[in-house]
């Protein structure tokens, strides 16, 4: 499985960018997507979780309402768009492709449960 992101950069706070995961290598309809992140000196924090095959999203607590997890089967890539961003929004997002072996908002923000991880972007939100 390969995962490649894309769209990092630097935002002033309260701007918007939108990170971009291209996937190839794997049968994906049946698998999930997730966004997370690390700060420096922080571990990795899930951010956004979506399946290929529907259903709702998932959300970190601290994106609900700002972040919105996409995803475009035909491309097979999914995006993050992030808007109102914030300066603790500052950090490296790895995409990363799960398992496939269960569901729901708790299974897709455990990190473990995914096997396949991009290269990370950086995103720094400051003035």
């Known amino acids: 499985v390969q995962l490649v992101e894309s769209g990092g950069g630097l935002v002033q706070p309260g701007g918007s960018l939108r990170l971009s995961c291209a996937a190839s290598?794997?049968?994906?309809?049946?698998?999930?997507m997730g966004w997370f992140r690390q700060a420096p000196g922080k571990e990795r924090e899930f951010v956004a979780g979506?399946?290929?095959?529907?259903?709702?999203?998932y959300y970190a607590d601290s994106v609900k309402g700002r972040f919105t997890i996409s995803r475009d089967n035909a491309k097979i890539t999914v995006y993050l768009q992030m808007n109102s961003l914030k300066p603790e929004d500052t950090a490296v997002y790895y995409c990363?492709?799960?398992?496939?072996?269960?569901?729901?908002?708790?299974?897709?923000?455990?990190?473990?449960?995914?096997?396949?991880w991009g290269q990370g972007t950086q995103v720094t939100v400051s003035s």
């Open positions: 979506i399946r290929w095959s529907g259903g709702l999203p």
């Open positions: 290598g794997r049968t994906f309809s049946s698998y999930g």
């Open positions: 990363a492709a799960d398992r496939g072996y269960g569901s729901g908002s708790y299974y897709y923000s455990r990190s473990g449960n995914y096997d396949a």
